[in-house]
């Protein structure tokens, strides 16, 4: 896949106009954004960091660097979790075209080669675009570092539950509905009995024994509409003084948030003691010189092991504990 400037997409004027072609006010936040890395020359870091990817006579077009990384914004500024959700935005958002530089008689990314274009920039490119951002967030003052807040989201994986297998033999869920029923003298003619007899079992499917064959880091996980998918838990390490996020961490869907938290906030206190030596525009240092101390979090991530455990690490923790009744 070959991969763009965005200096290429600047276009001229067109010589002929048939009308006056129909334009958007644009959003004063999409706007002010775009102003504010033009001026740190976003575009021009994005794409000297990703030049390893680029390839001129091989793929098809993908999208500029730059153009790629304001989309991934615009998911997570619109709250949209898969990348067929951000192409429909896009689509059917004139703001958003201007933000991201597509004229009218363009069309806008669509999800493959979003997703295409994410496979292609390996993590550590992304990660390094990240700390960018938090450095640009430093100079504006915005990242102090000291008390850090925790929470995690799930987030359904591109895996069906349909196409998990046996972790021992490999065999599809129904292949061993159907071994289960013969093993039982159970009559099942079709899929509609086998999903009958299933239905009336007690304990079903567990990540100790299944697993999906196209996405094996997924995890069979109950979401909160009450649907059981493969899934991934997405935990975000929040700076509670500005709301920027400092952190991201990724773990499989099922996995407790007792588990992931430590994890989560050394990789927080890595990224803010990198930016300690970082100064505003006006010479000052707006990052804890000690940098994490505190930790915020729900009842969800209350125990005994995570308190001691970030006890260990000399740091304090404000987590709310869920009431259990009286304890021995």
Same mark, same amino acid.
């Given at each position: 896949?070959?991969?763009g400037?965005?200096?290429?997409?600047?276009?001229?004027?067109?010589?002929?106009?048939?009308?006056?072609?129909?334009?958007?006010?644009?959003?004063?936040?999409?706007?002010?954004?775009?102003?504010?890395?033009?001026?740190?020359?976003?575009?021009?870091?994005?794409?000297?960091?990703c030049?390893?990817?680029?390839?001129?006579?091989?793929?098809?077009?993908s999208?500029?660097?730059?153009?790629?990384?304001?989309?991934?914004?615009?998911?997570?500024?619109?709250?949209?979790?898969?990348?067929?959700?951000?192409?429909?935005?896009?689509?059917?958002?004139?703001?958003?075209?201007?933000?991201?530089?597509?004229?009218?008689?363009?069309?806008?990314?669509?999800?493959?080669?979003?997703?295409?274009?994410?496979?292609?920039?390996?993590?550590?490119?992304?990660?390094?675009i990240?700390?960018?951002?938090?450095?640009?967030?430093?100079?504006?003052?915005?990242?102090?570092?000291?008390?850090?807040? /925790?929470?995690? !989201? &799930?987030?359904?994986?591109?895996? +069906?539950?349909?196409?998990? %297998?046996?972790?021992?033999?490999? $065999?599809?869920?129904?292949?061993y509905?159907?071994?289960?029923?013969?093993?039982?003298?159970?009559?099942?003619?079709?899929?509609?009995?086998?999903?009958?007899?299933?239905?009336?079992?007690?304990?079903?499917?567990?990540?100790?024994?299944?697993?999906?064959?196209?996405?094996?880091?997924?995890?069979?996980?109950?979401?909160?509409?009450?649907?059981?998918?493969?899934?991934?838990?997405?935990?975000?390490?929040?700076?509670?003084?500005?709301?920027?996020? /400092?952190?991201? !961490? &990724?773990?499989?869907?099922?996995a +407790?948030?007792?588990?992931? %938290?430590?994890?989560?906030?050394? $990789?927080?206190?890595?990224?803010?003691?990198?930016?300690?030596?970082?100064?505003?525009?006006?010479?000052?240092?707006?990052?804890?010189?000690?940098?994490?101390?505190?930790?915020?979090?729900?009842?969800?991530?209350?125990?005994?092991?995570?308190?001691?455990?970030?006890?260990?690490?000399?740091?304090?923790?404000?987590i709310?504990?869920?009431?259990?009744?009286?304890?021995?």
């Amino acid at each position: 896949m070959a991969m763009g400037t965005r200096k290429k997409r600047q276009r001229q004027e067109e010589l002929w106009y048939g009308g006056e072609l129909p334009t958007a006010p644009g959003h004063p936040f999409y706007k002010r954004l775009n102003e504010v890395l033009d001026n740190a020359g976003f575009d021009a870091f994005c794409e000297t960091n990703c030049a390893g990817f680029n390839h001129k006579n091989l793929g098809r077009p993908s999208l500029p660097p730059g153009q790629y990384f304001r989309v991934m914004m615009i998911g997570f500024f619109e709250g949209l979790d898969s990348e067929r959700g951000i192409a429909w935005r896009l689509a059917d958002s004139l703001t958003l075209r201007q933000f991201l530089s597509i004229g009218l008689d363009e069309n806008t990314p669509d999800h493959v080669t979003i997703s295409r274009t994410r496979r292609l920039i390996d993590g550590e490119t992304h990660q390094r675009i990240f700390t960018w951002v938090l450095e640009r967030l430093v100079q504006a003052g915005l990242i102090k570092g000291k008390t850090i807040g /925790v929470d995690s !989201t &799930t987030l359904e994986a591109n895996a +069906a539950m349909k196409s998990i %297998v046996r972790r021992d033999t490999g $065999e599809s869920y129904m292949a061993y509905l159907q071994r289960l029923a013969e093993a039982e003298g159970i009559e099942a003619p079709d899929a509609a009995a086998l999903l009958r007899m299933d239905r009336k079992r007690k304990k079903k499917t567990s990540n100790e024994d299944w697993k999906s064959p196209i996405d094996q880091e997924a995890e069979i996980t109950k979401l909160k509409d009450g649907r059981t998918a493969m899934a991934y838990k997405a935990e975000n390490a929040v700076d509670m003084e500005t709301g920027a996020i /400092v952190a991201v !961490t &990724t773990h499989g869907g099922a996995a +407790a948030d007792t588990a992931t %938290v430590q994890e989560t906030v050394v $990789e927080a206190a890595i990224a803010v003691a990198g930016l300690i030596a970082e100064k505003t525009s006006e010479g000052e240092y707006p990052v804890h010189p000690d940098g994490v101390e505190e930790v915020v979090a729900d009842k969800g991530y209350h125990s005994n092991d995570v308190a001691l455990g970030f006890a260990e690490l000399e740091v304090r923790t404000y987590i709310a504990e869920p009431d259990r009744g009286q304890r021995n």
